[in-house]
């Protein structure tokens, strides 16, 4: 199994960029389908974006296309999202998620392992 372990968040204006980054223990993290969701005060937690173990499948939510970026590097056990073009409505708390299986998909539930989470903040 795996465990994920997020960071990366902070404060930043509109219009901005953060990068978040995910570590991953375990041996086998090249097997994983991983994914990062986001959950807005009040909000059900929701899909953001989500690649799959060989990193040449990638999918994302109608909000980040084109704004976010999400890539993996297998030798470090890590899982990145770069954000740019930041707006207010994407403040949340960003979590990171793997799956077992190899087909990425955005439902919650298909997600086995997630992280703490960490705050992204964008000011207006």
């Known amino acids: 199994q795996v465990q994920p372990v997020e960071s990366g968040g902070g404060l930043v204006q509109a219009g901005g960029s953060l990068r978040l980054s995910c570590a991953a223990s375990?041996?086998?993290?090249?097997?994983?389908?991983m994914g990062w969701f986001r959950q807005a005060p009040g909000k059900e937690r929701e899909f953001v974006a989500a690649?799959?173990?060989?990193?040449?499948?990638?999918s994302y939510a109608d909000s980040a296309k084109g704004r976010f970026t999400i890539s993996r590097d297998n030798a470090k056990n890590t899982v990145y999202l770069q954000m740019n073009s930041l707006k207010p409505e994407d403040t949340a708390v960003y979590y990171c998620?793997?799956?077992?299986?190899?087909?990425?998909?955005?439902?919650?539930?298909?997600?086995?392992?997630w992280g703490q989470g960490t705050q992204v903040t964008v000011s207006s």
């Open positions: 998620a793997a799956k077992t299986s190899r087909w990425v998909t955005t439902a919650r539930n298909d997600y086995n392992y």
């Open positions: 375990g041996r086998t993290f090249s097997s994983y389908t």
């Open positions: 690649i799959s173990w060989s990193a040449d499948y990638t």
